[in-house]
């Protein structure tokens, strides 16, 4: 199964949810696809579109895929990386007012760059991505909370 998140942004972001379909149709995805689709308005014969789906069912759906595909939203992306899923991520760009920045762009390159996750940095086919994504091996995602505790508690122990 493929779980599609497009986040809670205010703003509609159907290239994503086009290129999906899109690859639903040229049979290159074959999987099961539930989205959440916030905002976005969105018709598919194919998918399961839901606007919001409730925090426990998501944490389901997360569970349950086999991949991940998400607008540059840190928090779902750290979700999925919690969860060690093969995350393909697509930026909200201001020139489709998907976004008021493009600062998903330099998420979306940071985290590909570092090997977390695929960054689909063209949406008019995503075929070479799925193709990517059958070999690839997420980087692990290690928390650095203890780490940031640890130099918190010497900071107030010595001020």
């Given at each position: 199964?493929?779980?599609?998140?497009?986040?809670?942004?205010?703003?509609?972001?159907?290239?994503l949810l086009q290129a999906v379909q899109k690859a639903i149709d040229d049979g290159t995805i074959t999987?099961?696809?539930?989205?959440?689709?916030?905002?976005?308005?969105?018709?598919?014969?194919?998918?399961?579109?839901?606007?919001?789906?409730?925090?426990?069912?998501?944490?389901?759906?997360?569970e349950q895929a086999d991949m991940i595909i998400t607008h540059g939203g840190v928090g779902t992306i750290?979700?999925?990386?919690?969860?060690?899923?093969?995350?393909?991520?697509?930026?909200?760009?201001?020139?489709?007012?998907?976004?008021?920045?493009?600062?998903?762009?330099?998420?979306?390159?940071?985290?590909?760059?570092?090997?977390?996750?695929?960054?689909?940095?063209?949406?008019?086919?995503?075929?070479?991505?799925?193709?990517?994504?059958?070999?690839?091996?997420?980087?692990?995602?290690?928390?650095?909370?203890?780490?940031?505790?640890?130099?918190?508690?010497?900071?107030?122990?010595?001020?």
């Amino acid at each position: 199964m493929i779980l599609v998140t497009l986040g809670t942004q205010d703003k509609q972001f159907p290239r994503l949810l086009q290129a999906v379909q899109k690859a639903i149709d040229d049979g290159t995805i074959t999987d099961k696809v539930v989205v959440q689709a916030g905002h976005t308005v969105f018709d598919s014969k194919d998918m399961d579109v839901f606007s919001f789906i409730p925090t426990d069912r998501f944490a389901e759906y997360l569970e349950q895929a086999d991949m991940i595909i998400t607008h540059g939203g840190v928090g779902t992306i750290m979700t999925a990386l919690k969860e060690k899923k093969i995350i393909l991520g697509a930026a909200r760009l201001t020139q489709y007012g998907e976004h008021q920045n493009d600062h998903q762009i330099q998420l979306l390159e940071a985290f590909d760059q570092a090997g977390y996750l695929i960054y689909m940095k063209d949406l008019s086919d995503i075929t070479p991505y799925l193709k990517q994504a059958e070999s690839f091996e997420p980087k692990p995602y290690q928390s650095n909370t203890s780490a940031f505790i640890a130099k918190l508690e010497d900071w107030i122990e010595h001020h």
